[in-house]
């Protein structure tokens, strides 16, 4: 008797339904990616100008256990001798600068709080930025920044 060999029908059925479940899997995938990417290419939402400042403030905070600002809040010093400074739609750094399409930005010395017997000196920045100069989208940010104190 000879053997037979060939795919039968079944095993032909069976390939095909497997296949068409590993074409489904990977639309499925594929569809969930593209749907990411197109969230990616959005406007910034954290634009890289407000990552640069925070970096070297925070940096700076972290320093210092002072800080004194101007009346107007357009600048803040620390103790250290570093100066923060708002000006013509900037913000610089010892007057260097650090951040450009800024609409406004103020500094101010919110009321320090004690936990224990440690003072801690909190300092709030109110900043807002340009997003995007086509659209004129601006992203506002409030943050307290607590000075070092130990």
Do not use: C, H
């Not at 995938?29 to 634009?47: G, H, Q, R, T």
């Not at 890289?48 to 009346?71: G, H, L, P, R, Y």
């Not at 739609?89 to 007057?95: F, L, P, Q, T, W």
């Not at 017997?117 to 086509?134: A, G, H, T, W, Y």
């Amino acid at each position: 008797m000879k053997t037979q060999k060939g795919v039968t029908l079944i095993s032909l059925i069976l390939y095909i339904a497997v296949f068409m479940i590993i074409i489904a899997v990977m639309t499925t995938i594929s569809d969930y990616f593209y749907e990411n990417v197109a969230e990616i290419k959005e406007p910034l939402k954290y634009p890289a100008e407000f990552n640069k400042f925070n970096m070297f403030f925070i940096n700076d905070v972290k320093k210092n256990k002072s800080a004194v600002t101007n009346e107007n809040g357009t600048a803040i010093r620390f103790d250290d001798g570093v100066t923060y400074t708002y000006s013509d739609g900037k913000i610089y750094r010892n007057d260097v600068e650090i951040a450009k399409n800024v609409k406004d930005a103020r500094f101010y010395m919110v009321d320090s709080y004690y936990v224990g017997d440690v003072e801690k000196e909190i300092v709030n920045v109110q900043i807002l930025f340009l997003n995007d100069p086509r659209t004129q989208e601006e992203i506002q940010a409030g943050i307290d920044y607590i000075l070092k104190y130990w």
